[in-house]
Nanobody
């Protein structure tokens, strides 16, 4: 089992950067694929980025390609999302999630954090 806690959200301006972190507890973190999802008010939870347990397979939503970078440090049991060139449409609650295999659908993920708010002002 894995417990996940996100941090690093905040209020920024268009074009700014933020780095989200997700701290995991549990001995098996390194065996899970990890993902970031986001949910804006009134919208469904959407896929942002994911990577395999080795980090060798990475996938991004088209809307964030070239701006966001997902990474992990298995020794620290941590997942990161570097977000650059932020836009108002990136405003959402961001969640990290763990899955037995990499995927882009929220229902493929077994464990979830509580989320961290990212607000990008225009």
């Amino acid at each position: 089992q894995v417990q996940l806690v996100e941090s690093g959200g905040g209020l920024v301006q268009t074009g700014d950067s933020l780095r989200l972190s997700c701290a995991a507890s549990g001995r098996t973190f390194s065996s899970y694929a990890m993902g970031w999802f986001r949910q804006a008010p009134g919208k469904e939870r959407e896929f942002v980025a994911a990577l395999s347990w080795t980090g060798g397979i990475i996938d991004y939503a088209d809307s964030v390609k070239g701006r966001f970078t997902i990474s992990r440090d298995n020794a620290k049991k941590a997942l990161y999302l570097q977000m650059n060139s932020l836009k108002p449409e990136d405003t959402a609650v961001y969640y990290c999630a763990a899955s037995s295999r990499i995927g882009v659908r929220f229902y493929e993920y077994e464990y979830w954090g509580q989320g961290t708010q990212v607000t990008v002002s225009s």
